[in-house]
């Protein structure tokens, strides 16, 4: 099993950043890949970022973050982390950490709130 703690949302104005960090814990040997999702009142939940182990920690971005964010793993603290610069209100939503296993187990975080003011 693994455990997935977000932390870093909160509030800020357009043209601004946040980091989101995602701490990962208990059978982290499983993880092969990670990555960021997220939810807006009344949409759907989906894709920001990913890490993908099994390629060779290739990215994956949402076009409409794409030259904004960027997702990194510091693998001896078992993080993954979300830079998101130049914020727009669109961005508001609730972004979920999402931890992918061997055998196509999959964890997700508690979420933690982003909101964009503009």
């Known amino acids: 099993q693994v455990q997935l703690v977000e932390s870093g949302g909160g509030l800020v104005q357009a043209g601004g950043s946040l980091r989101l960090s995602c701490a990962a814990s208990?059978?982290?040997?499983?993880?092969?890949?990670m990555g960021w999702y997220r939810q807006a009142p009344g949409k759907q939940r989906e894709l920001v970022a990913n890490?993908?182990?099994?390629?060779?920690?290739?990215?994956n971005y949402a076009d409409s973050v794409k030259g904004r964010f960027t997702i990194s793993r510091d693998n001896a603290k078992n993080t993954v982390v979300l830079q998101m610069n130049s914020l727009k209100p669109e961005d508001t939503a609730v972004y979920y950490c999402?931890?992918?296993?061997?055998?196509?187990?999959?964890?997700w975080g508690q979420g933690t709130q982003v909101t964009v003011s503009s």
């Open positions: 999402n931890a992918i296993g061997k055998g196509g187990s999959s964890w």
């Open positions: 208990g059978s982290i040997f499983s993880i092969i890949d």
């Open positions: 890490l993908l182990r099994g390629s060779g920690d290739s990215t």
